[in-house]
């Protein structure tokens, strides 16, 4: 299990269309990054959770929002986890990120699938699937991101803006036109969806 302490403050929000920052993002004149992936969130009870859970890329990824400042969520990467991952460090990432560990029978070789069906038999989290395609520009010393968002609920774009530091962040969110909108995790919007 890998620990890493790199952080970035982030807004993003969730709207069935978010045409005006897609034009912003194509036309800001430079190099448009371009991924689609698929993933999937362990999403709690809980309304607006503290620890972003997902599985991408064949890796467990863990984050933990150490703080909110003027309305800036600061996320910081605490595990990556090559998959499969064995029982032990499951239950270290789910006592510290869920608040509880699912029994677990066996100590290895356990990949998303049986970490999904052993924490909603648990009922500690439920598994969601996501399908992402996402553009995202590197500016003004940080990232825009547009991402068309697919999950079994619905289909939504989220724009997103970040960096390491908060004015640039800041600056970015006025940038993009997003000084209205509500700041709103990938957890705490999934959880709102499936409720």
Known sequence: MRRTRTGRYEFRCF??????MRLQIEGAGVAIEREQRDETYLIT???DPDFNIKFRAGCLEVKLRERTLRGLEFWRHIHTVLLPIDGQTLS???SEALGRAPQITRDRGLDCT???SLVEAAGIARGVDVFKDRR??????GLAEITNLKTEMAAVETAAVE???PEATARLRAAFGLASATNESYPAYLGRAIA
């Open 114 to 116: 049986d970490v999904v």
């Open 163 to 165: 960096a390491a530091d």
């Open 45 to 47: 009870p809980q309304p």
């Open 92 to 94: 270290a990432i789910c």
């Open 136 to 141: 995202r520009i590197k500016i003004d010393g």
């Open 15 to 20: 709207a069935p269309a978010l045409a005006d």
